[in-house]
């Protein structure tokens, strides 16, 4: 929503535990590696900069990770905290490096096609694809084919009619 309204720097602080208590197996490392690639995709897409400012130490007994990120507009980690404690990073932040973004891969205004989010603005929860047979193409429902001559799609791509009837 921030990027529909041509936001160019985001500032967050969150406060994200070293041990994932539902999944011991995952490393702070391994943590620290999601939330990197999240911040990266996430201002990639949306040509605009973060500045993630993250709790370091201990509270309430609980080890935190730390990883204050400055991202630009490309994706790429221009400043990093070292370690899980206090740190101090700064960064100078040019807002016209969103501009290319936005005006051309990013640019929502040309390339957003809203019609096509009926799925994602109708559905809560994950409802799984029927069980097709790839080969004969046959569904174990009484869905339909669509083929690409309707117009909609692809030429030469079939599709399942999911809708309810």
């Known amino acids: 929503m921030m990027a529909l309204q041509g936001v160019e720097m985001v500032i967050l602080g969150y406060n994200t535990p070293a ?12 943590r620290m590696f999601h939330h990197r690639l999240v911040l990266q995709a996430a201002v990639q897409q949306n040509s605009t900069w973060v500045v993630a400012i993250a709790k370091a130490g201990v509270e309430d007994g609980h080890a935190l990770i730390g990883g204050s990120v400055i991202v630009n507009p490309d994706g790429i980690i221009v400043a990093e905290t070292n370690s899980d404690a206090d740190e101090l990073i700064v960064h100078s ?73």
């Open 93 to 165: 932040c040019n807002l016209d490096d969103c501009l290319f973004g936005k005006q051309s891969r990013f640019d929502f205004c040309r390339h957003r096609r809203i019609e096509h989010y009926g799925l994602i603005t109708e559905q809560s929860g994950v409802v799984k694809p029927l069980e097709c047979d790839s080969l004969s193409r046959s569904c174990e429902s009484e869905s339909k084919i669509l083929s690409a001559s309707s117009g909609s799609h692809d030429a030469g791509m079939d599709f399942l009619d999911l809708s309810p009837r």
């Open 19 to 30: 041990t994932n208590s539902q999944y011991f197996s995952e490393s702070a490392e391994q």
